[in-house]
C-alpha cells in the first residue's frame, strides 16, 4: 500500500516538479527575452518589414555589411545598430505624409547574425543563432568539449560591445547573435 502512491499524491508530486522546472527556467527565458527586445541589428541579420495593405513595401531582406538596407521609396537606410522598435518608427516616419497617411508597419527578424566559438571544441566556427542558446549549448552544437578543454576558463566577446573585452562565461550564460565564445586549454 505505502510503495505505490495513491493517485492525488501523483497528481501533486507532478504539479510540483513542473511548477520547479518552470521556477527554474522562466527567469533565464523572461532574461533572453528581454535582451532580445534591446536586440541591435547588426550585419548578416535577415529582417521582414510590412505595411499593412501595401504588398508593394513589404520586403525580406539581408543587412549588408555596411549595416544598410534598400527600401522601397525610401531607398537607401542604415540600420545597424537600431532596435526592431527603431527601424519601425524611422520606416513609418519616412513614409508618413508623403506617401501613406498613417502606415501600420511591422518589423521581425527572421534569421540572426551566427556565433562563433573557438578554442577547445571539436568543430570551431561560426553557427545559426537560435534564442535560448547557452554556452553549454553552443559547446555541444560545436561538436563538444575536447579533452584538454577547460570548463572554467571560458570567455565571450560580445558584438555591439564598445569594450570588447573578454567576459567570463559559465555554462549557463546566455549567448547571443555576433557572440565570439573562446573556450581555453586546461593544464591539468
Known amino acids: 500500500m505505502g510503495l505505490v502512491p ?18 527554474h527556467v522562466g ?5 533572453d527575452r528581454d535582451l532580445l527586445s534591446k536586440y541591435r541589428l547588426g550585419a548578416g541579420d535577415v ?46 516616419e519616412g513614409l508618413k505624409g508623403r506617401y501613406l497617411v498613417d502606415p501600420k508597419v511591422t518589423a521581425s527578424v527572421d534569421e540572426y547574425r551566427p556565433f562563433f566559438i573557438n578554442g577547445e571544441v571539436y ?13 553549454f549549448k553552443a559547446v555541444s ?19 555591439g560591445s564598445s569594450s570588447k573585452q573578454r567576459e567570463n562565461v559559465q555554462l549557463d550564460t546566455g ?3 555576433g557572440d565570439i565564445l573562446t573556450i581555453e586549454e586546461s593544464f591539468f
Open 123 to 135: 568543430r570551431p566556427g561560426g553557427y545559426p543563432f537560435v534564442p535560448g542558446l547557452t554556452v
Open 27 to 31: 527567469p533565464a527565458g523572461a532574461q
Open 141 to 159: 552544437i560545436a561538436g563538444g568539449f575536447k579533452d584538454r578543454a577547460s570548463k572554467s576558463k571560458m570567455f565571450v566577446i560580445r558584438d
Open 6 to 23: 495513491s493517485g492525488g499524491d501523483l497528481v501533486f508530486r507532478l504539479i510540483y516538479f513542473l511548477f520547479s522546472v518552470l521556477l
Open 175 to 177: 549567448v547571443f547573435p
Open 47 to 92: 529582417i521582414s518589414i510590412n505595411v499593412l495593405g501595401e504588398d508593394d513595401l513589404k520586403l525580406k531582406v539581408r543587412l549588408t555589411d555596411a549595416g544598410t538596407i534598400q527600401y522601397p521609396v525610401l531607398g537607401e537606410i542604415r540600420v545597424r545598430g537600431m532596435t526592431m522598435g527603431d527601424l519601425v518608427k524611422h520606416i513609418t
